[in-house]
């Protein structure tokens, strides 16, 4: 009897955290999609990598991808009427979006013990490596035959401009992510909620409550 109420218990535990996991992804993925859609006219500054990267590092792999692929393709309907279809490049974009977000479930102990600046270089070099990925492909399916290396390397260097932006805002915001992930820490823990974070930061957080209640008594 004790068991099956401990486990009708758990799977309501489960679904709370589900519904809570999934309510913060889609609010994090449509706070970024509108704050790309307002720089739009800015040459490669853009909310959508940092936000994929924030939501795999607060919830992992499974949600990393699943905005990843949401955000892309939502962000791709808003920009059709102003630039046109990118056509297959989305597919591209995709790729690195899906690779960054892997990176970050992955690696979410880690990234969580980095410097803001560290969390900047990786950034950084995400920006980096989505413009060369999206350029060259991007030329090689539009072009293809009259693509040559010549023209390949010309167009990098003609668009280093472009790419250095990318790099900078990259650099900006992904130092950011780690000031935002403690605020949505925090906003769980005043809530009572600890089902959402890390094990690590979970364990830190049990011990800081055992000091306090020490410190009344």
Not at 11 to 17: F, G, K, L, N, P
Not at 33 to 51: D, G, H, K, W, Y
Not at 168 to 188: D, E, H, P, Q, R
């Amino acid at each position: 009897m004790n068991k099956t109420k401990k486990s009708s218990k758990q799977q309501e535990i489960d679904r709370i955290q589900t519904i809570l996991k999934l309510s913060v992804t889609a609010a994090l993925a449509s706070l970024g999609i509108i704050l790309s859609a307002f720089v739009i006219f800015f040459p490669n500054f853009e909310f959508i990598s940092v936000t994929i990267f924030l939501i795999a590092l607060l919830f992992g792999i499974e949600y990393g991808l699943l905005s990843a692929i949401s955000i892309a393709v939502v962000y791709e309907f808003l920009v059709i009427p102003i630039y046109g279809s990118g056509g297959l490049l989305i597919l591209f974009k995709l790729l690195c979006y899906i690779g960054l977000a892997l990176v970050a479930g992955l690696g979410r102990k880690l990234f969580v013990k980095l410097s803001f600046w560290e969390l900047g270089v990786f950034g950084a070099i995400f920006a980096l490596t989505y413009d060369v990925i999206t350029t060259l492909f991007g030329q090689i399916i539009f072009l293809q035959q009259s693509v040559t290396v010549t023209y390949l390397i010309s167009l990098l260097i003609f668009g280093i401009p472009f790419t250095m932006s990318h790099v900078i805002g990259n650099f900006i915001l992904f130092s950011l992510t780690k000031t935002l992930f403690s605020w949505v820490v925090a906003a769980f823990k005043y809530r009572g909620i600890k089902l959402l974070m890390l094990p690590q930061l979970s364990d830190s957080s049990k011990n800081i409550q055992t000091n306090n209640i020490k410190g009344d008594i």
